[in-house]
Structures are given as C-alpha cells and as structure tokens.
C-alpha cells in the first residue's frame, strides 16, 4: 500500500516535492484560485530556530504571516512569539497560516497517479490566541470535500474519507487550505495540520476492466436485438405477402367461378394470340382475368 504523510514527507530544500506543493491562494478564491508557489525557506530569526517555514517572496517571520511552517525537532516544541503569545508544534508537525491580507495558505498533494485516494485529515488550532480560523479540502480546483471553522484555542476537527476513498486521476490536486474564519482576522491563526493519503491497491484497473466488460455485453445484446427486430421485420413481410395471396386466390376462385366455359375458351385463345407472351407466358388463368 502506498502512503504519503505531509509531516513525514515535508521538504526543506525543494518546492515542489514529490507530490507536496507549499503556496498560497487570492482572496476569496480558496476554490478555484490559482497556487502560487512559495519560494524560500527561513528559520525562526531568533532563539527557536528549530521552526522553519515556506514563505512566499513578499514575506519574512513575523511580516505577513502567510506560511506553511515546519517542527524539526521530533518532539513537541514551544515558540513565544515576540508578543505574549505562543504556538504548541507537535513532533515533526505541520502548519499553516493564512495571510494578513486574506490570501490562503495551501498544501497541496498533487495525485501521481489514477486510482482511488483515501484521506486522513485533522486540523488543530495551536495558537494560544485562537479564535477563528478557516479550513477546506478542494478536489481538482472544482469541489469543496470539506470545510469547518475553528474556534478557539487547541479546537480540533477531523475529516476522513470513506474506506473506498475517492477516485482521483494522474495529476489531478487536492488542496488541503488554512484562511482567515468567520471573524476574519488573520492574526493567532497558526493550525497544525495532520495529513495522511494512501493509495487504494489494484483499484484504478477495476473500472477500467468493468468498462471492457460493459462495452462487450453492450455489442453482444445489441446484436441480438438487431437479429430478433429484422427476423421479425421479415417474418410480418412474408405474413404480408401469404395474405396477399390468400385474398388474390379467393378472388380468383370465385371469379373463375362466375365465367362461362365460353368465356374461358377465348380467354385462352387470346393468351396464345399475346406478342409478348414471356410477360403473361408464366401467368395463371386468375392472373390473365385481372390483367
């Protein structure tokens, strides 16, 4: 089974990694926004060094604030801010904050390839200040799967996919979003995010096979219908045709039945008398009378 775990697998050399992407997105466009990359990674400027975050270019510790923050330490860690408050990091824990202009902060796990993805999720606010902080999990720039507020400090809320995960195709992103909540405020946002993805085994072909199979049942039934319609059809026509003959015959009898033997004596005279005698030559005496 193959597994992804954003703290596991956090990078502090390249963005991208792998299937991890640190930025952000606009205002109001948590959605449908487009990612901007963050482009550098800075230490905490002064004793806790220990905490590094992604930042974009028009941002540094304590400026704006818009970041995806990273534990290096693998145990738990507390940083005082330069005011009174502090952020509890978990061992080797992940975090966001949005921006103080209300851009997004965004982690996004990029799918390597088709299949069905079950996800993991558990935001916590771990700023001592908490109040209201948003969360959203955006399938394909296209779906919310998810989103809650947080309110107040340490409140934490999970969400997880169901056993089947959700089918996810190659490259397709799924963005996991910290924004201001419904206070709109930026500042005491810091959320620590918990984000594991696995990749269901042998479950991208399933459909794939399930479709050949389909299409198959599809062309082998179409067939018979087809057969059973024209076997039909030409049935009706040979029913048809029986009928026909049926009524010329019943007509015939009885008109044979109302001419004299005179009559039909130079009926057969003329037939021999006919120039284009291979036009009637194959006729009946029935056929001549109503010819």
Known sequence: ??????????????????????????????????????????????????????????????????????????????????????????????????????????????????????????FTHIHSCARHSGVYIIYNNLMTLWEIDLAGPKDSRS??????????????????????????????????ARVDIHLLENQAEAPVIAGSIGFILGVIISAILFHIFFQYRENKQNININQSDMRLSTKCSYELKMISPIDLFLILIMKNRVKNYSLIGNRSLCDLLIY
């Open 159 to 192: 969400f997880k996919t169901t056993d089947k995960g959700i089918a996810v195709r190659a490259n397709e992103p799924i963005d996991f979003i910290v924004g201001v909540g419904l206070d709109n405020v930026f500042y005491c946002d810091m959320t620590l």
């Open 1 to 122: 089974m193959t597994k992804w775990s954003l703290s596991s697998d956090f990078s502090l050399i390249h963005n991208p990694s792998s299937v991890w992407s640190y930025g952000s997105k606009p205002t109001g466009y948590h959605v449908t926004g487009t990612l901007s990359l963050f482009t550098h990674l800075d230490p905490e400027p002064n004793d806790y060094g220990e905490i590094v975050a992604w930042f974009g270019r028009d941002t540094i510790w304590y400026t704006h604030w818009l970041g995806v923050y990273y534990n290096t330490k693998p145990t738990d860690f507390i940083l005082k801010e330069p005011n009174t408050s502090t952020v509890a990091f978990t061992a080797n824990g992940v975090a966001m904050h949005p921006g103080d202009d209300g851009r997004f902060s965004v982690v996004r796990f990029t799918a390597p390839k088709d299949g069905n993805y079950v996800l993991d999720t558990t």
